[in-house]
């Protein structure tokens, strides 16, 4: 599964994820047909989803929730999801933000030095230097209030962390321009709900 293959990749680039994986608890299974409703101060969502969890993704002690939608194509489709997250808000309320990303997993949830973070992977055509297909990977967290931020300058130069696409996995670096890193931060942008 490209999540693994990525992870493993990953593992060895910041070699700081290895440390603690973020305690994530699985929701019940529910087939993609059934709904889920989650009631907020904002109203009432629905949402069809395979795979679900909660965890603490703003380390503020209360349990967010997270839901997987496959977007159930083919080809490199059939790894694409919507990720549904609702996350305490610090006044009694839950924050909804969607992303979308490839191959999302349990582990792409990691805790380093004590503040939990998402890994996300994307596919990307083209960039600058490079007329390739690649993947991006990036790290997201939540602040106290339920807003998703792009956390990669915790991490310094390792991320966004770009690798060109192969059938076979072959993880290797690529320089970024400047015009780069802005298409990554336009097109991987978190819509809160």
């Given at each position: 599964?490209?999540?693994?293959?990525a992870?493993?990749?990953?593992?060895?680039?910041?070699?700081?994820?290895?440390?603690?994986?973020?305690?994530v608890?699985?929701?019940?299974?529910?087939?993609?047909?059934?709904?889920?409703?989650?009631?907020?101060?904002?109203?009432?969502f629905?949402?069809?989803?395979?795979?679900?969890?909660?965890?603490?993704?703003?380390?503020?002690?209360?349990?967010?929730?997270?839901?997987?939608?496959?977007?159930?194509?083919?080809?490199?489709?059939?790894?694409?999801?919507?990720?549904?997250?609702?996350?305490?808000?610090?006044?009694?309320?839950?924050?909804?933000?969607?992303?979308?990303?490839?191959?999302?997993?349990?582990?792409?949830?990691?805790?380093?030095?004590?503040?939990?973070?998402?890994?996300?992977?994307?596919?990307?055509?083209?960039?600058?230097?490079?007329?390739?297909?690649?993947?991006?990977?990036?790290?997201?967290?939540?602040?106290?209030?339920?807003?998703?931020?792009?956390?990669?300058?915790?991490?310094?130069?390792?991320?966004?962390?770009?690798?060109?696409?192969?059938?076979?996995?072959?993880?290797?670096?690529?320089?970024?321009?400047?015009?780069?890193?802005?298409?990554?931060?336009?097109?991987?942008?978190?819509?809160?709900?």
């Amino acid at each position: 599964m490209l999540s693994f293959e990525a992870n493993a990749w990953m593992d060895q680039w910041a070699p700081e994820f290895k440390a603690a994986a973020a305690n994530v608890e699985a929701l019940p299974k529910v087939p993609v047909s059934n709904y889920v409703c989650t009631a907020t101060e904002g109203g009432e969502f629905r949402w069809e989803y395979s795979e679900g969890y909660a965890i603490d993704l703003n380390d503020d002690g209360t349990k967010d929730q997270v839901f997987i939608i496959p977007w159930m194509g083919n080809g490199l489709s059939a790894s694409g999801y919507d990720v549904h997250f609702m996350v305490s808000d610090g006044a009694k309320g839950r924050k909804k933000t969607v992303i979308e990303g490839y191959g999302v997993s349990k582990s792409d949830f990691v805790k380093v030095k004590g503040k939990t973070y998402f890994r996300h992977s994307e596919f990307f055509e083209h960039f600058e230097k490079s007329e390739h297909n690649h993947w991006v990977y990036q790290l997201f967290s939540f602040d106290k209030n339920g807003v998703m931020k792009c956390s990669n300058a915790d991490f310094g130069e390792k991320f966004p962390a770009v690798t060109i696409y192969y059938i076979k996995p072959k993880f290797r670096q690529i320089e970024l321009t400047a015009g780069d890193l802005k298409k990554i931060a336009a097109e991987t942008k978190p819509v809160a709900k």
